[in-house]
C-alpha cells in the first residue's frame, strides 16, 4: 500500500479568518500540485482529510485533479495537526485494500505520522522537510505497520516536473 501525505496549502490567518480556509496562495500551491499528480498518473483508493477547512479544501482540489469523487473524502479527527500517529495509522489500516491512500493533513501530525511509520517511534526522532503542497510518498507493508520512504518532494520540485 502507499501512503501519500500532502500538507495543506497556505491559509488565510486566523484574524482574518477564524475558519483558516486556504489563501489564494495556498490554492495556487494546491492547485499546482494537484495537477502534477494528475499528470503522474496517481490514482487514490481513498483519500483522508481533517475537518479543518483548509485540509478539505486541499483534499477536494487534489480529489478533483485526479478523478476522485468528492463526496468520497472521509473527514477525520485522526488527520488533525497534533493527531496520535498510532491512531492515524488505525485509520489508514482501515483501508488496507486500497492500493494508495491520500492524507491531506498537518504539521506536526504528518511528519509524526511519517515517522512512526518508518521507525515506530514514539514520539517522533525523524524530522522531514515537509511543505505547503509538497508531496511525500511511504510504502506501507500494513501486515507489520512498518513503512519505507519512497520520495518527498517540496513544492519547488513539482513545480519542475511541469
Keep these: 500500500m502507499h ?24 490554492r495556487e500551491q494546491i492547485e499546482k500540485s494537484a495537477a502534477i499528480l494528475k ?11 481533517s475537518p479543518k477547512t483548509r485540509s478539505m479544501e486541499t483534499a477536494q482540489i487534489v480529489a ?3 478523478g476522485y469523487p468528492a463526496k468520497n473524502i472521509v473527514c477525520s479527527d485522526a488527520i488533525k495537526p497534533m493527531a496520535d500517529a498510532k491512531k492515524t495509522t ?3 489500516l482501515q483501508y488496507e485494500d486500497a492500493e494508495s491512500v491520500f492524507i ?10 511519517a515517522s512512526y511509520l518508518l521507525l515506530q517511534d514514539v514520539p517522533p526522532t525523524l524530522h522531514f ?13 500494513a501486515q507489520h505497520r512498518r513503512g ?5 518532494l517540496p513544492p519547488r520540485f513539482l513545480n519542475l516536473m511541469r
Excluded at 493533513?105 to 509524526?112: E, K, R, T, V, W
Design 104 to 113: 491531506a493533513g498537518h504539521l506536526p501530525s504528518l511528519n509524526n505520522l
Design 90 to 92: 488505525d485509520l489508514i
Design 148 to 152: 519505507a520512504l519512497d520520495w518527498l
Design 3 to 26: 501512503i501519500y501525505l500532502m500538507q495543506h496549502g497556505a491559509c488565510l490567518p486566523k484574524e482574518l479568518d477564524p475558519q483558516q480556509p486556504l489563501s489564494p496562495v495556498g
Design 129 to 141: 522537510g515537509i511543505e505547503n503542497g509538497g508531496i511525500m510518498r511511504i510504502s506501507l507493508e
Design 64 to 66: 478533483k485533479a485526479v
Design 39 to 49: 499528470n503522474l498518473g496517481l490514482r487514490f483508493g481513498v483519500i483522508l482529510a
